[in-house]
């Protein structure tokens, strides 16, 4: 059975297609990173707003937007990676018109790479000023709403990959647990233990009188414990 496309996901097709006539690769573009939006904050985080402007300092990174901000001819947007999110500042007389009208097409979880100059606005907010934006991968699904998010447990477990965009704790859940089992597992194995793989399920009943817990697999046709 076919699914029924949303109005949102028809004009993101849509807007796939205006890009290709542009010559935009929709999806998969090669961009040249060099920094995260953690070691922008860490370069910028004891600088004040005079001294980010006395000496200017070009940064290049990606992420997925999501945050936008219009007003006119200069906007405001977020871009998220897996170190946190970083504001940026773009105009239209620093990129040009053509540029600007291909960042104004874009949606919450498009994913896009910038290069500028570090500042702090008004308020203090390290932010980049955009000298360079380049389009790098279209979301083709809209993005849960910003302040619920996925707020049903089971939708959660069942869209995990949504879970992980959105969700800043489950994030930080998801990077942290594999590092501890691997300080775990370097521990044990300084001390000298041997790390043994076991099955997870079997098909064979053990465990001597033990009330054994039974799954059954669907394609198999079968019952493991």
Partial sequence: MERILTEQELVRRGKIEKLVELGIKPFGHRFDRTDSSQ???DYAENLTKEQLEEAPHIVSTAGRIMFIRKMGKASFFNIQDQTGQMQAFIQRDAVGEEVYDLFKSADLGDIVGIKGEVMRTKTGEITVK???YTHLVKALKPLPEKYHGLTDVEERYRRR????IVN???RRVAFLRPRIIRAIQRYLDGQGYVEVETPVLQ??????????????HNTLDKDFY
């Fill in 39 to 41: 070691s922008i904050r």
């Fill in 130 to 132: 955009v000298q360079e």
């Fill in 161 to 164: 990959y949504v879970d992980l």
């Fill in 168 to 170: 800043e704790e489950a």
């Fill in 203 to 216: 098909p064979i009943l053990g465990g001597a009188n033990a009330r054994p817990f039974i799954t059954h």
